[in-house]
């Protein structure tokens, strides 16, 4: 089971921390990755982290504002989101994967991912 909280209504420039807390599977869990989706848009990846190494992963339009982290010993990841702009408007979904590669670097997942049930961020003045 994973779920998300943290998001909210935020100015442009604002922050926002998410967290995604896992539970009930977590040792066949190698990565968890953060996903978007804004009305009328697919689905697509934002950030990722392989929770062996820490290892992150951005999606280019994110990188140098969002931060993506671990702690195992809670089993959550956080990602946190400064310098927020509209555009960043979506409901965010956290999902876990056995498999590191598809999931963070092609952004992709499969019947063996999870998924939480999103949070909205919504960043407008």
């Known amino acids: 089971q994973l779920v998300e909280s943290g998001g909210g209504l935020v100015q442009p420039g604002g922050s926002l921390r998410l967290s995604c807390s896992v539970s009930g599977f977590t040792a066949d869990v190698y990565a968890i990755g953060w996903f978007r989706q804004a009305p009328g848009k697919e689905r697509e990846g934002v950030s990722c982290i392989r929770r062996s190494d820490g290892t992150t992963y951005y999606t280019d339009s994110v990188k140098g504002r969002f931060t993506v982290s671990r702690d195992n010993a809670k089993n959550t990841v956080y990602l946190q989101m400064n310098s927020l702009k509209p555009e960043d408007t979506a409901v965010y979904y956290c999902?876990?994967?056995?498999?590191?590669?598809?999931?963070?670097?092609?952004?992709?997942?499969?019947?063996?991912?999870?998924w939480g049930q999103g949070t909205q961020v919504t960043v407008s003045s």
């Open positions: 999902a876990a994967a056995p498999t590191v590669y598809r999931l963070c670097v092609l952004w992709s997942w499969g019947m063996d991912a999870s």
